[in-house]
């Protein structure tokens, strides 16, 4: 399943840095994050639950990055 959430985030290199770590949470197939569009592709492995993926998603790019925002 594919999903895409709008996100809020301050440059191009930061937009980067949230896209490696959505692709790098258990659960997630794919991610692209487009800087321009301000707009999260997510790809979802087989079976996955969709909120609790999304949740550690957020944590995790928070981790990296910890002024953006992702809207669920």
């Given at each position: 399943m594919k999903k895409t959430y709008e996100i809020e985030v301050d440059c191009a290199n930061c937009a980067n840095k949230m896209e490696d770590a959505a692709k790098k949470t258990a659960g997630v197939k794919d991610a692209t994050v487009n800087?321009?569009?301000l707009k999260?592709?997510?790809e979802f492995e087989?079976?996955?639950d969709v909120?609790?993926?999304m949740k550690e998603v957020k944590k995790n790019c928070k981790k990296v990055e910890d002024d953006c925002e992702i809207f669920l």
């Open positions: 800087f321009m569009t999260m592709n997510v087989d079976g996955a909120k609790a993926v």
